[in-house]
């Protein structure tokens, strides 16, 4: 099953790069996303809103070559305070808003409470999805940006 959830992802991955839409990308920037789709590791970054900070620097980085395992690192603006976490993760297609979307769940094998979800935008992107898996509504930006 964790080999088919891989295969999906990979092919999730190529038919966003391939999906014929001009990025007017220069040719350097072209082979630098070829050579990212082939990293064991995917890492994504962003500052997440926060009710009571600045907000929250969240680091994620997705493992795709094998056991789907995952580091997340939240640090709290203003307060100092960072929290690592790791584990694995499973892909799941379609949500409740979106029945073609790509979702990244975090912790699947955990309590309700310590699950996170992201949708797959596109190759470089990830949005963070509320615990039923549908889009956070309002003008904050719920985005991680892919960096490695």
Not at 44 to 60: H, K, M, R
Not at 65 to 94: A, C, M, R, W
Not at 95 to 103: E, F, I, K, R
Request: net charge negative; aromatic share 6%; proline share 3%.
């Amino acid at each position: 099953m964790k080999h088919l959830s891989l295969l999906l992802l990979s092919t999730a991955f190529i038919a966003c790069q391939h999906s014929g839409k001009s990025t007017g990308m220069a040719d350097s920037t072209a082979n630098n996303d070829m050579n990212v789709d082939t990293a064991a590791w995917a890492t994504y970054s962003g500052t997440l809103p926060c009710a009571d900070c600045e907000g929250i620097v969240t680091e994620l980085s997705l493992e795709r070559k094998q056991d789907h395992h995952f580091n997340l690192k939240e640090t709290y603006l203003g307060k100092n305070l960072t929290f690592p976490s790791e584990g694995i993760y499973n892909i799941v297609h379609g949500s409740p808003a979106d029945p073609g979307a790509t979702v990244i769940q975090l912790n699947p094998d955990k309590d309700r409470n310590l699950q996170r979800f992201f949708q797959q935008i596109d190759n470089r992107e990830l949005k963070l999805l509320d615990a039923n898996q549908k889009t956070i509504e309002g003008n904050r930006n719920y985005s991680l940006k892919r960096v490695i």
